[in-house]
Protein backbone atom coordinates (compact mmCIF):
# COMPACT_ATOMS: atom_id res chain seq x y z
CA UNK A 1 0.00 0.00 0.00
CA UNK A 2 2.78 2.52 0.62
CA UNK A 3 4.85 1.58 -2.05
CA UNK A 4 1.61 2.19 -4.16
CA UNK A 5 1.42 5.84 -2.80
CA UNK A 6 4.78 6.78 -3.58
CA UNK A 7 4.67 5.25 -6.32
CA UNK A 8 1.68 7.98 -7.53
CA UNK A 9 3.74 10.15 -5.68
CA UNK A 10 6.93 10.26 -7.85
CA UNK A 11 5.06 9.74 -11.38
CA UNK A 12 3.10 13.41 -10.05
CA UNK A 13 6.13 15.04 -9.21
CA UNK A 14 7.52 13.86 -12.23
CA UNK A 15 4.93 15.05 -14.83
CA UNK A 16 4.90 18.15 -12.76
CA UNK A 17 8.51 19.29 -13.45
CA UNK A 18 8.21 21.56 -15.74
CA UNK A 19 4.74 20.12 -17.03
CA UNK A 20 3.62 22.95 -19.62
CA UNK A 21 0.26 20.86 -21.45
CA UNK A 22 -1.28 18.78 -18.54
CA UNK A 23 -4.39 20.44 -17.02
CA UNK A 24 -5.63 18.82 -13.88
CA UNK A 25 -7.92 16.55 -15.24
CA UNK A 26 -5.38 15.06 -17.33
CA UNK A 27 -3.00 14.67 -14.43
CA UNK A 28 -5.77 13.17 -12.29
CA UNK A 29 -5.75 10.48 -15.32
CA UNK A 30 -2.73 9.96 -15.84
CA UNK A 31 -2.00 8.93 -11.61
CA UNK A 32 -5.22 7.51 -10.88
CA UNK A 33 -6.12 10.11 -8.23
CA UNK A 34 -9.27 12.08 -7.45
CA UNK A 35 -8.86 16.32 -8.32
CA UNK A 36 -9.09 16.81 -4.25
CA UNK A 37 -6.19 14.13 -3.87
CA UNK A 38 -4.37 16.39 -6.29
CA UNK A 39 -4.55 18.99 -4.75
CA UNK A 40 -3.96 17.99 -1.28
CA UNK A 41 -0.39 16.46 -3.05
CA UNK A 42 0.29 20.06 -4.54
CA UNK A 43 0.14 21.02 -0.86
CA UNK A 44 2.60 18.93 0.47
CA UNK A 45 5.10 19.38 -2.24
CA UNK A 46 5.11 23.15 -1.64
CA UNK A 47 5.36 22.37 2.06
CA UNK A 48 8.41 19.60 1.61
CA UNK A 49 10.08 22.92 -0.76
CA UNK A 50 8.93 22.54 -4.07
CA UNK A 51 8.28 25.64 -6.01
CA UNK A 52 4.61 24.79 -6.88
CA UNK A 53 2.87 27.61 -9.33
CA UNK A 54 -0.06 27.58 -11.84
CA UNK A 55 0.23 29.06 -15.58
CA UNK A 56 -2.98 29.29 -16.83
CA UNK A 57 -5.06 25.98 -15.81
CA UNK A 58 -1.51 23.94 -15.77
CA UNK A 59 0.47 23.49 -12.45
CA UNK A 60 4.32 22.73 -12.54
CA UNK A 61 7.14 22.24 -10.73
CA UNK A 62 10.11 24.43 -11.08
CA UNK A 63 13.51 22.45 -11.69
CA UNK A 64 15.27 25.17 -9.45
CA UNK A 65 13.29 23.83 -6.08
CA UNK A 66 15.74 23.29 -3.38
CA UNK A 67 15.23 19.15 -3.75
CA UNK A 68 16.44 18.91 -7.09
CA UNK A 69 19.50 21.08 -6.58
CA UNK A 70 20.49 18.55 -3.65
CA UNK A 71 19.96 16.01 -5.73
CA UNK A 72 21.72 16.80 -8.62
CA UNK A 73 24.41 17.77 -6.78
CA UNK A 74 24.83 14.22 -5.54
CA UNK A 75 24.67 12.38 -8.54
CA UNK A 76 25.53 14.84 -11.12
CA UNK A 77 28.78 14.87 -13.12
CA UNK A 78 30.98 17.97 -12.42
CA UNK A 79 30.63 20.52 -15.32
CA UNK A 80 33.67 19.56 -17.19
CA UNK A 81 32.41 15.83 -16.76
CA UNK A 82 29.52 16.51 -18.52
CA UNK A 83 31.16 18.86 -21.25
CA UNK A 84 33.45 15.97 -22.45
CA UNK A 85 30.42 13.12 -22.23
CA UNK A 86 28.40 15.42 -24.00
CA UNK A 87 31.04 15.78 -27.09
CA UNK A 88 31.81 12.08 -26.92
CA UNK A 89 28.29 11.70 -27.30
CA UNK A 90 28.24 14.22 -30.23
CA UNK A 91 30.84 11.92 -31.98
CA UNK A 92 28.71 8.83 -31.90
CA UNK A 93 27.53 7.97 -35.48
CA UNK A 94 24.28 6.87 -36.85
CA UNK A 95 20.62 6.97 -34.96
CA UNK A 96 21.54 5.50 -31.78
CA UNK A 97 18.31 5.43 -29.97
CA UNK A 98 19.65 5.21 -26.98
CA UNK A 99 22.64 7.62 -27.26
CA UNK A 100 19.96 10.46 -28.43
CA UNK A 101 18.25 9.47 -25.24
CA UNK A 102 21.31 10.32 -23.34
CA UNK A 103 21.65 13.85 -24.69
CA UNK A 104 18.18 14.69 -24.28
CA UNK A 105 18.84 14.10 -20.37
CA UNK A 106 22.14 15.54 -20.54
CA UNK A 107 20.21 18.83 -22.00
CA UNK A 108 17.48 18.63 -19.67
CA UNK A 109 20.08 19.15 -16.43
CA UNK A 110 22.92 20.93 -17.77
CA UNK A 111 23.03 24.34 -19.50
CA UNK A 112 25.97 23.67 -22.44
CA UNK A 113 25.84 27.19 -23.67
CA UNK A 114 27.25 28.50 -20.52
CA UNK A 115 29.25 24.87 -19.86
CA UNK A 116 31.30 24.86 -23.37
CA UNK A 117 31.82 28.26 -23.34
CA UNK A 118 34.88 29.50 -21.78
CA UNK A 119 34.06 33.16 -21.46
CA UNK A 120 30.74 32.41 -19.64
CA UNK A 121 32.54 29.81 -17.27
CA UNK A 122 35.05 32.36 -16.82
CA UNK A 123 32.23 35.17 -15.74
CA UNK A 124 30.59 32.67 -13.30
CA UNK A 125 33.58 32.16 -11.67
CA UNK A 126 34.73 36.10 -11.46
CA UNK A 127 31.09 36.16 -10.01
CA UNK A 128 32.19 33.76 -7.54
CA UNK A 129 34.74 35.21 -6.50
CA UNK A 130 33.07 38.57 -6.02
CA UNK A 131 29.97 36.79 -3.91
CA UNK A 132 32.99 35.62 -1.72
CA UNK A 133 34.39 38.73 -0.71
CA UNK A 134 31.18 40.43 -0.26
CA UNK A 135 30.38 37.42 2.23
CA UNK A 136 33.84 37.88 3.63
CA UNK A 137 34.07 41.65 4.78
CA UNK A 138 30.20 41.54 5.25
CA UNK A 139 29.01 43.90 2.12
CA UNK A 140 26.46 44.87 -0.24
CA UNK A 141 26.53 43.41 -3.59
CA UNK A 142 24.83 44.22 -6.81
CA UNK A 143 23.92 41.42 -9.41
CA UNK A 144 23.95 42.98 -12.28
CA UNK A 145 20.93 42.06 -14.62
CA UNK A 146 19.99 38.82 -12.90
CA UNK A 147 17.55 36.83 -14.94
CA UNK A 148 14.51 35.58 -13.23
CA UNK A 149 12.06 33.22 -14.71
CA UNK A 150 9.49 33.34 -12.31
CA UNK A 151 9.42 37.29 -12.48
CA UNK A 152 10.02 36.89 -16.17
CA UNK A 153 12.33 40.26 -15.18
CA UNK A 154 15.91 41.11 -16.12
CA UNK A 155 17.24 43.38 -13.72
CA UNK A 156 19.87 44.64 -11.30
CA UNK A 157 19.30 43.47 -7.76
CA UNK A 158 21.19 44.91 -4.75
CA UNK A 159 21.80 42.14 -2.07
CA UNK A 160 23.58 41.33 0.81
CA UNK A 161 24.76 37.58 0.09
CA UNK A 162 25.85 35.63 3.01
CA UNK A 163 26.25 31.90 2.17
CA UNK A 164 27.64 30.24 -1.28
CA UNK A 165 25.42 26.90 -1.73
CA UNK A 166 25.14 23.62 -4.12
CA UNK A 167 29.49 24.26 -5.11
CA UNK A 168 29.34 27.64 -5.41
CA UNK A 169 26.35 27.50 -8.31
CA UNK A 170 24.11 29.10 -5.80
CA UNK A 171 24.62 32.32 -3.07
CA UNK A 172 22.11 32.70 -0.51
CA UNK A 173 21.32 36.42 -0.14
CA UNK A 174 19.11 38.87 1.86
CA UNK A 175 16.97 41.13 -0.53
CA UNK A 176 16.60 44.67 1.50
CA UNK A 177 13.80 45.54 -1.35
CA UNK A 178 11.99 42.82 -0.45
CA UNK A 179 12.98 42.57 3.16
CA UNK A 180 13.28 37.93 2.43
CA UNK A 181 16.35 35.64 2.00
CA UNK A 182 16.33 34.31 -1.36
CA UNK A 183 18.17 31.48 -3.31
CA UNK A 184 19.72 33.27 -6.66
CA UNK A 185 21.66 30.93 -9.03
CA UNK A 186 25.43 32.02 -10.06
CA UNK A 187 24.52 31.31 -13.50
CA UNK A 188 21.86 33.93 -13.93
CA UNK A 189 24.15 36.69 -13.00
CA UNK A 190 25.44 38.96 -15.92
CA UNK A 191 28.13 40.33 -14.09
CA UNK A 192 28.44 41.27 -9.67
CA UNK A 193 29.53 44.75 -8.45
CA UNK A 194 31.10 44.45 -4.96
CA UNK A 195 29.91 47.75 -3.06
CA UNK A 196 31.16 49.85 -0.61
CA UNK A 197 28.39 49.65 1.62
CA UNK A 198 28.38 47.17 4.34
CA UNK A 199 25.30 44.73 5.60
CA UNK A 200 22.42 46.40 6.91
CA UNK A 201 20.44 43.48 7.69
CA UNK A 202 22.89 40.86 8.79
CA UNK A 203 19.81 40.19 11.96
CA UNK A 204 17.67 39.55 8.98
CA UNK A 205 20.16 36.60 7.53
CA UNK A 206 18.83 33.34 7.56
CA UNK A 207 20.74 29.89 6.69
CA UNK A 208 19.43 27.12 5.04
CA UNK A 209 19.09 23.78 6.68
CA UNK A 210 18.29 20.51 5.52
CA UNK A 211 17.16 17.87 7.94
CA UNK A 212 17.48 13.92 7.69
CA UNK A 213 14.14 13.53 5.77
CA UNK A 214 15.84 16.28 3.20
CA UNK A 215 13.43 18.68 4.18
CA UNK A 216 15.19 22.46 3.37
CA UNK A 217 14.09 25.75 5.75
CA UNK A 218 15.74 28.66 7.58
CA UNK A 219 14.76 27.76 10.83
CA UNK A 220 14.19 24.34 13.32
CA UNK A 221 12.37 22.48 15.26
CA UNK A 222 12.89 20.26 18.06
CA UNK A 223 11.14 16.79 18.17
CA UNK A 224 11.17 14.06 20.52
CA UNK A 225 9.86 10.48 20.12
CA UNK A 226 9.96 7.30 21.90
CA UNK A 227 10.42 4.71 19.42
CA UNK A 228 9.54 0.77 19.41
CA UNK A 229 11.22 -1.90 17.36
CA UNK A 230 9.33 -1.45 14.23
CA UNK A 231 9.56 2.47 13.86
CA UNK A 232 13.42 2.25 15.30
CA UNK A 233 14.49 -0.58 12.35
CA UNK A 234 12.28 1.49 9.80
CA UNK A 235 14.44 5.34 11.12
CA UNK A 236 17.47 3.80 10.89
CA UNK A 237 16.83 2.01 7.17
CA UNK A 238 15.36 4.94 5.32
CA UNK A 239 17.51 7.63 6.92
CA UNK A 240 20.29 6.09 8.24
CA UNK A 241 21.72 9.56 9.55
CA UNK A 242 19.22 9.53 12.21
CA UNK A 243 21.74 7.41 14.14
CA UNK A 244 23.12 10.13 16.07
CA UNK A 245 19.87 11.21 17.22
CA UNK A 246 19.35 7.89 18.94
CA UNK A 247 19.81 6.60 22.02
CA UNK A 248 18.48 3.12 24.17
CA UNK A 249 15.73 4.09 26.66
CA UNK A 250 15.52 0.28 28.02
CA UNK A 251 12.36 -2.11 27.60
CA UNK A 252 13.08 -2.47 23.39
CA UNK A 253 12.48 1.46 23.50
CA UNK A 254 14.80 4.02 21.91
CA UNK A 255 14.42 7.74 21.92
CA UNK A 256 15.01 9.68 19.25
CA UNK A 257 15.50 13.87 19.72
CA UNK A 258 16.53 15.88 16.92
CA UNK A 259 15.65 18.85 14.95
CA UNK A 260 14.20 19.42 12.27
CA UNK A 261 13.05 21.97 9.17
CA UNK A 262 9.46 20.90 8.83
CA UNK A 263 6.82 19.29 10.48
CA UNK A 264 6.02 17.30 7.54
CA UNK A 265 8.61 14.94 7.00
CA UNK A 266 8.63 13.82 10.40
CA UNK A 267 5.12 14.01 10.12
CA UNK A 268 4.12 11.29 7.83
CA UNK A 269 7.39 8.85 9.54
CA UNK A 270 4.77 9.19 12.74
CA UNK A 271 1.67 8.90 11.29
CA UNK A 272 2.81 5.46 8.73
CA UNK A 273 3.89 3.91 12.38
CA UNK A 274 1.73 5.76 14.63
CA UNK A 275 1.26 2.57 16.81
CA UNK A 276 4.95 1.99 17.85
CA UNK A 277 6.02 5.49 18.60
CA UNK A 278 5.18 8.41 21.55
CA UNK A 279 5.64 11.74 20.72
CA UNK A 280 7.21 13.66 23.53
CA UNK A 281 7.71 17.14 22.16
CA UNK A 282 7.26 19.68 21.49
CA UNK A 283 4.01 20.93 21.56
CA UNK A 284 4.13 22.65 18.34
CA UNK A 285 4.64 19.42 17.12
CA UNK A 286 1.74 17.37 18.13
CA UNK A 287 -0.53 20.22 17.36
CA UNK A 288 0.75 19.55 13.39
CA UNK A 289 -0.19 16.05 14.38
CA UNK A 290 -3.46 16.59 15.62
CA UNK A 291 -4.80 19.25 12.82
CA UNK A 292 -3.20 16.54 10.64
CA UNK A 293 -5.34 13.92 12.08
CA UNK A 294 -8.44 15.77 12.10
CA UNK A 295 -8.15 16.56 8.62
CA UNK A 296 -7.69 12.78 7.39
CA UNK A 297 -10.59 11.65 9.81
CA UNK A 298 -12.76 14.96 8.25
CA UNK A 299 -12.23 13.39 4.72
Request: neutral net charge.
Amino acid sequence: MRHDKLERELHLLLLLTDNHTLTIEKLCDKVGISRRNLYYYLEFFRDTGFEVYKRGKVYCIDRSSPFFGRLVERVSFTDDEAVLMRRLLDKVSGNNAVVENLKRKMDRFYDFDILDSGEMREQAAHNVSILHEAIKTKRQVLLRNYSSPHSNTCRDRLVEPFMLMNGNNEVRCHEPASGMNKTFKVARMEDVTLLEQPWQHEAGHRRMYTDIFMFSGEELFPVSLSLGSLSYNVLKEEYPSAAKHITPAGDMRWHLSLNVCSHAGIGRFVLGLYEDIEVLGDDAFKAYLRDKIMRMAGD
